[in-house]
């Protein structure tokens, strides 16, 4: 198999997406369920729920499990530059060669039963038959958006973890932390624990809870740090997990060391470079209380481009108050603000003799923020988006495994050229 069956099998999953979009509700997921036998029935799985931090914790407990020895497969969402990155066994990607037979069958099977399944829908089901084909002892699974219409919510885990609640999304999972958390709380099943954190509202989950017999472990954290409160949360969980599992002392103390790329990852090139893929109104705050705690005094030149769904006004008033230099761009797959709303925007909000740039290439952006943070001894950061961290890394010079094309949502290239 050449790495060209797989480009083109990746442009028809993206096909998918163009077309079919995102779709909430689990009829197509079912099917798919009882015509592949249930593959997710042959792993023990940990379903991970959240607004933030659900990517964080899914990956500390994953590796603490690799570090105890057992053999681990963990499902996350959106990825950064390459989709296999969303399916890896013991922290290794899923082979091209593998996406390339599984994805085969499964269009294969989509198309002969009728089941318009959608991009996460076929992707969900990419990695559980890749884990059971793979013999893995455990999976820990990421929802994508929400929790009790979303694709991966018909597995039976052994435990449930909701990490925080707060408002994003809310055009799909509601206006108030309350009704998200109704919403996220759909994960909960009959008799399973869930383990929630310090940020979710409580009631909602009590009554849940309390309808399907699900004993509640309440993670209490003071700190505002959300590294420090994502490693309660998987701690917690852990020590749950470690009354049916063999997970040692020094197993747990190096799992919960476990980051992910873009969360909170430090860079030290002419100037310290901050990634984070903050992009909601929490996840901007934590950013910045990370920032003062561990840069504290340091000026602050940010670069960022924000998706048009989330909001901006909130977002851009959690910016202006940690930095007065902005460079601005915008993600390449369609869902970022267009950059000359972004800056009328702005405008409105950065203090007075601030400095705005705007750059219609990201890598030209990058290399420019750069030199000039390096120049008025500032520390850059950048954020907003997971869907500008590709192009950003790559100006940065990282060379890791990449797809010609964004593969998360929509882009603009592909709708124009590749349409037929």
Known sequence: MNSSSYADLIQNLYKVNLHGGMKLGLQNVQRLQQLLNFPDRAYKTIHVAGTNGKGSVSTKIALTFEEAGYRVGLYTSPHLSCFRERIKINGVMIPEAAVFALLSSLFDLTEKEDIPATFFELTTFLAFVYFAQEKVDIVILETGLGGRLDATNIVKPILSVITSISLD?????????????????????????????????????????????????????????????????????LNFLSTSFCLPPEAIEKGLQGRQPCRFEVIKLECPVILDVAHNPDGLDHLFKMCSYYFPNQPLSILFGIS???????????????????????????????????????????????????????TNGVHFAKLNAAKNNKILVICGSFFIMNEVRKALGFIEPSDNMDLNEKNKFFINNMQN
């Open 308 to 362: 048009k769904s989330k909001d901006i006004d909130h977002c851009l008033e959690i910016i202006t108050k940690n930095a007065t230099s902005y460079h601005l761009v915008e993600a390449l797959n369609g869902r970022g603000l267009p950059i000359d709303d972004l800056h009328e925007q702005l405008n409105k909000k950065a203090p007075a003799q601030s400095n705005i740039f705007k750059h219609t290439s990201i």
């Open 169 to 237: 999304h809310t055009e799909i999972l509601g206006l108030t932390p309350e009704a998200i958390a109704w919403e996220k709380g759909g994960i909960i099943k009959e008799n399973v624990p869930v383990v929630i954190g310090p940020k979710v509202p409580y009631r909602p989950i009590e009554i849940l809870a309390r309808q399907k017999g699900s004993p509640i472990l309440k993670v209490r954290c003071k700190t505002s740090l959300y590294e420090e409160e994502n490693k309660e949360i998987a701690l917690t969980s």
